[in-house]
């Protein structure tokens, strides 16, 4: 019996095949997409040209911001209207599980109906590519823990 090879690095596939390829070439293609992959754009403000993270039509992600087990935000530029944005996708390797698939959107659907002061609001809920997206407006002043511990600093000294 002649064992399959992976197309990409040519090593032996074993029987958890997965489109095809090896797990480590499949795993580099959903973590480390190739740059001629990414969406190309210009970012008007300062007329560079910057490479996206992932490739969304209408937006440019410049740096991931948090990843978890359900899915990964990156910070992103929205083209129109010209805005930052948080933009929340399922992770890769997520997508053939419909039960994570409700999940996200039942996580967007969820956020989009409350309207408080203290909850950042959702700007659109979509798909690209078969992949679930969603973005809101962008928090600044860091992360929860990041803030948290700085209240806490604060508080102590008092």
Request: some cysteine; aromatic content about 6%; hydrophobic content about 40%.
């Amino acid at each position: 019996m002649v064992a399959s090879r992976c197309p990409v690095c040519h090593g032996v596939l074993g029987q958890d095949l997965l489109e095809g390829l090896c797990a480590r070439c499949l795993s580099e293609m959903l973590f480390d997409p190739p740059l001629d992959s990414a969406e190309t754009s210009i970012i008007p403000s300062d007329g560079l040209e910057t490479r996206s993270l992932v490739s969304i039509p209408g937006f440019t992600a410049t740096a991931e911001i948090a990843r978890g087990g359900m899915g990964i935000v990156y910070r992103a530029i929205q083209h129109q209207p010209r805005r930052d944005v948080a933009l929340k996708m399922l992770l890769p390797h997520q997508l053939g599980s419909s039960e994570m698939r409700q999940r996200f959107q039942l996580e967007a659907r969820t956020i989009a109906t409350l309207d408080h002061p203290a909850i950042l609001p959702v700007y659109q809920v979509g798909e690209s590519d078969g992949i679930p997206f969603f973005t809101m407006k962008l928090a600044g002043g860091g992360t929860l823990s990041e803030r948290l511990t700085g209240f806490c600093s604060q508080w102590m000294r008092i």
